[in-house]
T-cell receptor
Framework: DSGVTQTPKHLITATGQRVTLRCSPRSGDLSVYWYQQSLDQGLQFLIQYYNGEERAKGNILERFSAQQFPDLHSELNLSSLELGDSALYFC?????????????FGPGTRLTVL | GIQVEQSPPDLILQEGANSTLRCNFSDSVNNLQWFHQNPWGQLINLFYIPSGTKQNGRLSATTVATERYSLLYISSSQTTDSGVYFCAVELIQGGSEKLVFGKGTKLTVNP
């Protein structure tokens, strides 16, 4: 158990809908990272937040947004969902600010868009 | 954009064998990381290695940044080493850090 929790574990929804994925980092970790893993695109870094502020940005679509709250949990919002958004979404956390800090991964949320 | 290529795509070993996984990248990078995803999907950081060699138990990694490649060595492999190994390069693009992943090497270690 990495100490990072993600909810829900599974999510099934329809095209055009909006969903919110939630991540709670390990106790004391200030950074949260979001990743997408799909059969087509492989593993992709989406975005990093550090202590509430966006710190690094990867291949995150404009339809997707994220935020980190004062209690350090983070949410990833996916809107106008398309079939291609079906994927496993991972959250990770680390203590430090830099992207090269040791990251601890949650179990992921599997999103299925029908 | 930068290309990150991993080889081989698939590798099947008998328990106790050694293996070398390779990661080539097409441009200069700030750092390189290796990850392991076990058959149940759990991801774990293995190494941060911009250059030189690091060892952790039966695993070691070497990055030759000037030649744009990194190698992950697994010695005396065990069935628990099975899974997919990803390398990811860290670069700065548009003023922001980002990680770019390779497609992975799927390792199967048979008893």
């Amino acid at each position: 158990d990495s100490g990072v929790t993600q909810t829900p574990k599974h999510l099934i929804t329809a095209t055009g809908q909006r969903v919110t994925l939630r991540c709670s980092p390990r106790s004391g970790d200030l950074s949260v990272y979001w990743y997408q893993q799909s059969l087509d695109q492989g593993l992709q870094f989406l975005i990093q937040y550090y202590n509430g502020e966006e710190r690094a940005k990867g291949n995150i679509l404009e339809r997707f947004s994220a935020q980190q709250f004062p209690d350090l949990h983070s949410e990833l919002n996916l809107s106008s969902l398309e079939l291609g958004d079906s994927a496993l979404y991972f959250c990770a956390s680390s203590a430090g600010q830099g992207i090269n800090n040791e990251q601890f991964f949650g179990p992921g949320t599997r999103l299925t868009v029908l | 954009g930068i290309q990150v290529e991993q080889s081989p795509p698939d590798l099947i070993l008998q328990e106790g064998a050694n293996s070398t996984l390779r990661c080539n990248f097409s441009d200069s990078v700030n750092n390189l990381q290796w990850f392991h995803q076990n058959p149940w999907g759990q991801l774990i950081n293995l190494f941060y290695i911009p250059s030189g060699t690091k060892q952790n138990g039966r695993l070691s990694a070497t990055t030759v940044a000037t030649e744009r490649y990194s190698l992950l060595y697994i010695s005396s492999s065990q069935t628990t080493d099975s899974g997919v190994y990803f390398c990811a390069v860290e670069l700065i693009q548009g003023g922001s850090e980002k990680l770019v992943f390779g497609k992975g090497t799927k390792l199967t270690v048979n008893p």
